[in-house]
Nanobody, 123 residues
Framework: VQLQASGGGLVQAGGSLRLSCAAS????????MGWFRQAPGKEREFIAA????????YYADSLKDRFTISRDNAKNTVYLRVYGLQPEDTAFYYC?????????????????WGQGTQVTVSS
């Protein structure tokens, strides 16, 4: 399984971004795809997850108002739209894949990880 995250960059506070995660290497129908982020000196934080089959979504309660996860099955790509970015959103953003059926908020549940994409928000 290969996961390639992209779409990060430098953005002003209040702006938005769409991050992409291109998945390859197998059929993902039974997988759940997740987005996490990690700021310097902090633990990896769950943002959202989505099932390839059916499209059910799961969000961290503290972030669900500004983050939207979606997928394009034809392109084998998962997206994370971020609105109203603030300097505290500055972090590396990672996509990940799992066949686990629950506890998506735990990074240990995800077996496969992409390399991450840096998001920097200026005030």
């Amino acid at each position: 399984v290969q996961l390639q995250a992209s779409g990060g960059g430098l953005v002003q506070a209040g702006g938005s971004l769409r991050l992409s995660c291109a998945a390859s290497g197998r059929t993902f129908n039974s997988y759940v795809m997740g987005w996490f982020r990690q700021a310097p000196g902090k633990e990896r934080e769950f943002i959202a997850a989505i099932r390839w089959s059916g499209g059910s979504t799961y969000y961290a309660d503290s972030l669900k108002d500004r983050f939207t996860i979606s997928r394009d099955n034809a392109k084998n790509t998962v997206y994370l739209r971020v609105y109203g970015l603030q300097p505290e959103d500055t972090a590396f953003y990672y996509c990940a894949a799992t066949t686990a059926s629950r506890d998506f908020g735990r990074p240990s549940q995800f077996r496969y990880w992409g390399q991450g994409t840096q998001v920097t928000v200026s005030s």
